[in-house]
C-alpha cells in the first residue's frame, strides 16, 4: 500500500551497533505494528502501537525498542542486545475496531 | 496465547485445479481471520478476510470458510492461474490489534 513507507530497504548493522528503522503512514490509521520474518517462518509480532505515546510489546520483544511520538510514525530499533537480527521487518497499520491491517514494503536488515 | 497452526506448508497444482491450504487455532477468543498472499519479496497482501459470525465468505475465485466449533478455517482457491503463485499466511486475532500468523504455505502453479 502507498501510504505505508518503510525506509531503508536494505540495512547493514556491524556488531555492537543500534539500528532505526523507519515506519511512516499517511492513511491516518490509529494502529501500527512491527514484524518480524525469518525463512520459512510467519510474522512475529515485535512491538505495536494504538495510540501516540503508547505500545505494547508483542511476542518476541527483546532486543528492540520502539517510540510513538506520533501519529503517523512507529521507528523500531534493533539494539546490540538483539543477537540474531538478521531478517526481513514488515510494519503494518491499520484502524481501530477490526480493521485489516496493511503492510509497508519491508526493511532487510543483515549482519556485516 | 494463540497458536496458529497451517498446512500444507508447500502446494503444487496444475493450472485450471483448485487449492486448498488450512489454519487451525488455539483460542476461542479470537474473530478475525485474515488471508495474506505474499509474493518473493514483496509486502503481505490482504486477499480475504473472515469474522467469527459468519461461516464462509466469497470474492471471485477466493473463499474461506471457518468452523468455530473445531476451530478452523480454510482457504479455497479455484480455477488457478500461475499468478496465484506466492506464500499464502493465515493468521487469527481478536479484533484486528494483534494477529497470530501461521508460518505459511508456498502455492506453485504448475502451467
Known amino acids: 500500500d502507498g501510504g505505508i513507507t518503510q525506509s531503508p530497504k536494505y540495512l547493514f548493522r556491524k556488531e555492537g551497533q543500534n539500528v532505526t528503522l523507519s515506519c511512516e503512514q499517511n492513511l491516518n490509521h490509529d494502529a501500527m505494528y512491527w514484524y518480524r520474518q525469518d525463512p520459512g517462518q510467519g510474522l512475529r509480532l515485535i512491538y505495536y502501537s494504538q495510540i501516540v505515546n503508547d505500545f505494547q510489546k508483542g511476542d518476541i520483544a527483546e532486543g528492540y525498542s520502539v517510540s510513538r511520538e506520533k501519529k503517523e510514525s512507529f521507528p523500531l530499533t534493533v539494539t546490540s542486545a538483539q543477537k540474531n537480527p538478521t531478517a526481513f521487518y514488515l510494519c503494518a497499520s491499520s484502524m481501530l475496531g477490526g480493521q485489516p491491517q496493511h503492510f509497508g514494503d519491508g526493511t532487510r536488515l543483515s549482519i556485516l | 496465547g494463540e497458536n496458529v497452526e497451517q498446512h500444507p506448508s508447500t502446494l503444487s497444482v496444475q493450472e485450471g485445479d483448485s487449492a486448498v491450504i488450512k489454519c487451525t487455532y488455539s483460542?476461542?477468543?479470537?474473530?478475525?481471520f485474515p488471508w495474506y498472499k505474499q509474493e518473493l519479496g514483496k509486502r503481505p497482501q490482504l486477499i480475504i478476510d473472515?469474522?467469527?459470525?459468519?461461516g464462509e465468505k466469497k470474492d471471485q475465485r477466493i473463499a474461506v470458510t471457518l468452523n468455530k466449533t473445531a476451530k478452523h478455517f480454510s482457504l479455497h482457491i479455484t480455477e488457478t492461474q500461475p499468478e496465484d503463485s506466492a506464500v499464502y499466511f493465515c493468521a487469527a486475532g481478536e479484533g484486528n490489534e494483534k494477529l497470530t500468523f501461521g508460518t505459511g504455505t508456498r502455492l506453485t502453479i504448475i502451467p
Open positions: 483460542d476461542s477468543a479470537s474473530n478475525y
Open positions: 473472515i469474522r467469527s459470525n459468519v
